[in-house]
């Protein structure tokens, strides 16, 4: 269940769960990486191995759990707090695109393909400081992933049916 779904059908109070277990989940999995403490040349947090595969292990398990028979989320949200556990300057840029297009447009899937859209461009301007190839394929596999799982939102986008948000 995501946040919007949790505040429609439960409340604020269980929506405020949602969020916290989605940003949590995201930030218990790469704490758990970076203890591990595989790191690929000079030991950049974006180059911590184990940090990116328990990231996007979380991701992968947010969006297919088993004990909700791989029916799950799309895992934005879990992909935003990995970021900021990774590189904190990208995630605020991500999420001020997000919130950028959302108020512009109303649209929270369109905000949310642009924001990893972003990620993924960020990620090859060497100035982010993040030139390894295990980071690049992090990113845009995560990019795929959350994309992947946005294609109901985005057939709506093209069709011009879906949902906006409302303030």
Do not use: Q
């Amino acid at each position: 269940m995501n946040t919007l779904c949790a505040h429609r059908a439960l409340g604020k109070p269980a929506a405020a769960l949602v969020l916290a277990g989605d940003i949590l989940k995201g930030i218990i999995a790469c704490i758990i990486g970076m203890a591990i403490g595989t790191y690929f040349y000079w030991g950049e947090i974006s180059e911590c191995v184990s940090l990116l595969t328990a990231g996007g292990g979380a991701i992968i398990g947010h969006n297919w759990p088993v004990y909700f028979k791989f029916r799950g989320g799309k895992g934005a949200l879990t992909a935003l707090s990995v970021l900021f556990m990774v590189n904190w300057v990208m995630a605020v840029l991500c999420l001020i695109l997000y919130m950028t297009i959302v108020v512009v447009t109303r649209y929270s899937s369109l905000a949310t393909i642009s924001g990893i859209l972003l990620f993924v461009v960020l990620t090859f301007i060497p100035m982010f400081g993040s030139s390894t190839l295990y980071f690049y394929v992090f990113s845009v596999l995560t990019a795929t992933i959350v994309i992947f799982k946005h294609k109901d939102n985005i057939k709506r986008l093209l069709s011009r049916t879906e949902n906006k948000l409302v303030f």
